[in-house]
């Protein structure tokens, strides 16, 4: 018994061995035939790629980029270049393809960067255990470059320093080969081996014959995408773009025009968004509200309405998710009698919203118009909810030929439209025609009625014109940019590394004046309008096309002011002449003495006509463009007085007035309203030592900050009402001769200078030095001036000469070329920046009246200096592709086209 027990336990062991034995042997067949297999590319592609190329031959379809119809649409798109080049570079850094068999090009939101791109490529079976190895040896042989390796997850991955500073990555996984500039991007196929791609179900496949290749996108990761590119949250003026971004979809259309088009919109079962329920039951109507944008609007949306209750309803069902204050608004308009659903009733087709921005302060402006069929309906709706809002501060202000009514209620739009509609503190509204218009501030709806008054409105530029006949019929909804007007504000919501590359291209990126959407029933159509160059008639690339020359009875002095409409100067008995920008006297005016440094174009509210504003001898002068003295003006003071300096800002607390600044010789400094009253604490305030600039002014936190710096290097900042700022005023004991620059980051205040030998600095609001260089350590004995772009204010080079070389100097006082044997005499030095590759210095020698263009990068602008005793003015021509010039020689006023290639 006991000796059968025995054998059952030994034959038990055995079994129990052989099964383990045979489970080891079928785990390294199995083991064997996994390495053997070849992998399905698509084992490979990155989790979180957003778009997949794939090609039989990879190394053509990228170098033929600029040949595909669907990228030649694309390349107008600026960084499409690089871009280009980083795709090229990629694809053709591998020797050879050795195995025939489908290629892929991918782009992922997983790398380093916000985009990145690998490359996977098939192997022959017979080289996969030797091809990295030999690849490496290529590229040290080749490029002599040591490439180095690291193990991860049982993979060698070999990275190679290239050209451009940039890093190639690859390794072999099975069959196939991955390569990429971010090592991120090799990780995720190595770790995504053997599991295939596991959104494919949601990749929508787009088969381009002509070009021979297949292009895959997931809609669903572009939102990826864009939030890597954009800060996690839209300041809140943009706060409606991230809704109505999510509420579209993109999908890839050839046009006959070339222009690539995008044409999808969510299925209601596929993603249940905000604009797809807000759309949800209403049909297209006509765009008709176009012919009240104004022409300061940065973006316009609106919604087609044939449903008007059902919108209602839709956006009701919202608040929830908006604020508590829009529904304790919607209940207390209720509440008080305002019929929601005959108002509802009573909106004719469409709504809309427009969002402007302040110049100054950057502040958003809002603007919300509503088509009603009945207007005096609607006049009475609102009325007897003013009048029971007349004790609560709620007032009405005649403007202009219109009545203007104040709300003091939170969120009024909102609560009758929803949360793209918030941003209203107070509520604003006026009534014109069959419209109900309603704004955040009493500025900006007196800017819009101003704005019809004089037909400043997009339907009246010729540019808009082109997008208005075949994109703006029927919609349900359209949304549209204009680059110019949002670019300031739209840099803002961008990534720091973003704000750096889109800056970089500035000037092509607003050459595309007008970015429109539209969605109707069942499809979306976005659409780019891009300037159209003209064929300039020049004989040859470096000569100047002369646009006019006219001659005036006397010698002309500066050029004062460029306005794009009409340019201003004054010749040597002082007469202050505006001509037009075909150099057309359109008025004179005599005055006393030379204008002060610092002249301003005001667009003041109680006037149709903008304000002209500047200093001459002791007066301060406010005139209109067409010439007339504005009421109350000019002010004089003691003749002993004048002034040198002038610069004009608004009143940070009253958003109907401007303050005028002006700086005698003695640094004795007066501010007066544009009404002619002078504010307290200014009647001056006496600053001790003469000014070498104009005074700045910028505001930060709320607070307005207005910086002087003196000839003896005392930088002084001061609030509205004359007090000094703390920490203040600052001395650093060195002679300044030029111009300051004041800056705004993220709230944060910097003032920076040079003194006339090399000593730089910037300071905060906070009176702190914030950065210090002593230039004439590496340049000695030179003279050095900070110069200013006149375009924006926001960049500055310096300068610094020595004998007959004038060397120009970066922000950080590193050498950016030099101009050798040209200045025997200090020369009036000017900085236009237009943006990248059209950034420009003039040199005005009034000695030999002579000025030189110089590009950033020191290559002259033209053969031969043109002819001018005085500063220039300069201006970009889109439309031209080219530079303006205006100048003045002895009596003449002259303009030339130069052309930008």
Not at 261 to 285: C, I, M, R, V, W
Not at 369 to 388: G, P, R
Request: net charge negative; with cysteine.
């Amino acid at each position: 018994m006991w000796l059968r027990q025995k054998e059952d336990q030994h034959l038990l062991a055995a079994t129990l061995a052989v099964i383990g034995l045979l489970y080891i042997a079928i785990r390294l067949a199995f083991s064997f035939q996994e390495k053997q297999r070849s992998a399905d590319p698509w084992e490979l592609i990155p989790e979180s790629s957003v778009i997949v190329a794939e090609s039989d031959n990879l190394n053509g379809f990228c170098s033929s980029l600029d040949t595909l119809s669907v990228w030649q649409s694309l390349s107008q798109i600026p960084l499409a270049a690089s871009i280009q080049d980083e795709i090229i570079q990629l694809c053709s850094v591998f020797p050879h393809q050795v195995a025939e068999g489908k290629a892929y090009l991918t782009v992922s939101t997983e790398g380093v960067k916000p985009y990145a791109f690998s490359v996977i490529l098939p192997i022959n079976q017979s080289e996969t255990t030797t091809y990295a190895d030999t690849l490496a040896a290529h590229f040290q042989v080749k490029l002599k470059q040591t490439p180095t390796k690291r193990e991860y997850r049982k993979h060698t991955i070999w990275e190679v320093p290239m050209s451009k500073g940039r890093k190639l990555v690859f390794a072999r996984v099975k069959d196939h080969l991955i390569g990429s500039w971010d090592g991120v991007m090799v990780e995720s196929a190595i770790r995504q081996e053997a599991k295939l791609y596991p959104d494919a179900h949601r990749l929508k496949k787009y088969t381009y014959q002509q070009d021979g290749y297949h292009l895959y996108i997931d809609f669903h990761k572009i939102n990826g995408l864009f939030h890597k590119v954009f800060q996690p949250e839209l300041n809140s003026s943009l706060s409606w773009l991230k809704d109505i971004y999510k509420g579209t979809g993109v999908s890839l259309l050839q046009a006959p025009n070339g222009l690539l088009l995008a044409s999808q919109k969510h299925k209601q079962n596929e993603e249940d968004t905000y604009l797809s329920f807000l759309t949800n039951g209403q049909h297209p109507t006509p765009n008709k509200l176009l012919q009240w944008i104004p022409n300061g609007a940065a973006y316009y949306f609106r919604f087609g309405i044939t449903d008007g209750e059902r919108f209602g309803e839709q956006a009701f069902e919202q608040l929830e998710s908006i604020s508590p204050e829009a529904r304790a608004t919607r209940e207390r308009i209720n509440a008080l009698g305002f019929d929601l659903d005959d108002f509802y009733e009573n909106i004719l087709e469409e709504i809309g919203q427009v969002v402007t921005y302040k110049e100054q302060s950057g502040e958003a402006g809002l603007l919300l118009l509503c088509k009603v069929e009945n207007i005096q309906k609607a006049t009475d709706t609102f009325q007897e909810l003013f009048e029971e809002q007349k004790n609560e501060s709620a007032y009405q202000k005649d403007y202009r030929s219109h009545t203007i009514f104040s709300l003091e209620m939170t969120e009024v739009p909102a609560a009758l439209f929803g949360k793209l509609f918030k941003g209203y503190p107070k509520f604003y509204y006026t009534f014109h025609h069959n419209l109900l218009v309603g704004a955040n501030s009493l500025e900006t709806i007196q800017e819009w009625i101003r704005s019809q008054e004089l037909q400043q409105v997009w339907t009246q530029q010729d540019h808009f014109s082109s997008i208005v006949s075949d994109q703006y019929g029927e919609s349900t909804f359209s949304l549209a940019i204009q680059t110019k007007t949002a670019w300031k504000n739209f840099l803002s919501t961008l990534t720091p590394e973003w704000q750096k590359k889109l800056n970089l291209q500035r000037r092509k990126l607003l050459d595309f004046e007008f970015l429109s959407l539209t969605i109707n029933d069942s499809t979306t159509a976005f659409k780019v309008t891009h300037n159209t160059y003209k064929q300039i008639p020049l004989k040859q690339k470096d000569t100047p096309a002369k646009v006019f020359s006219k001659t005036f009875h006397r010698l002309l002095n500066e050029l004062i002011l460029l306005d794009h409409q009409y340019i201003l100067f004054q010749d040597q008995h002082n007469k202050l002449i505006c001509a037009d920008t075909k150099g057309n006297q359109l008025w004179a005016f005599n005055l006393d003495a030379p204008i002060a440094e610092g002249i301003h174009k005001l667009h003041y509210f109680g006037k149709k006509e903008d304000l002209i504003t500047f200093a001459a001898g002791n007066k301060i002068y406010a005139i209109t463009v067409s010439g007339k003295m504005h009421r109350g003006f000019p002010l004089s003071l003691p003749p002993y007085i004048q002034f040198e300096q002038f610069m004009a800002f608004k009143h940070p607390k009253k958003n109907e007035q401007y303050c005028l600044a002006a700086v005698d010789g003695y640094g004795q400094m007066y501010i007066t309203h544009t009404d002619g009253k002078f504010l307290s604490g200014w009647a001056p305030q006496k600053l001790l030592e003469p000014l070498v600039t104009p005074p700045h002014y910028k505001e930060a936190n709320g607070k307005g900050y207005l910086f002087t710096l003196s000839d003896k290097g005392k930088v002084s900042a001061f609030d509205i009402n004359g007090k000094p700022i703390k920490g203040f005023p600052m001395q650093f004991g060195i002679p300044v001769s030029t111009n300051g620059s004041l800056q705004k980051n993220d709230n944060q205040l910097s003032f920076g200078f040079i003194s006339d030998e090399g000593a730089f600095a910037t300071v905060d609001q906070d009176g702190k030095v914030t950065e210090r260089l002593e230039l004439h350590e590496e340049f000695p004995n030179g003279y050095f001036q900070m110069v200013v772009d006149e375009i924006e204010q926001k960049k500055w080079l310096l300068t610094v000469q020595n004998g007959k070389v004038l060397k120009v100097l970066n922000q950080r006082g590193q050498l950016i070329f030099k101009v050798p044997h040209l200045f025997n005499h200090d020369p009036i030095i000017q900085y236009f920046d237009f943006g990248v590759d059209a950034e420009v210095l003039s040199f005005t020698l009034p000695e030999t009246q002579l000025t030189y263009l110089f590009y950033i990068n020191g290559e002259p602008v033209l053969d031969k200096p043109l002819p001018s005793n005085q500063n220039i003015r300069m201006e970009y021509v889109s439309s031209e592709k080219a530079f303006k010039v205006y100048t003045v020689h002895k009596q003449k006023l002259e303009a030339y086209l130069i052309p930008n290639d």
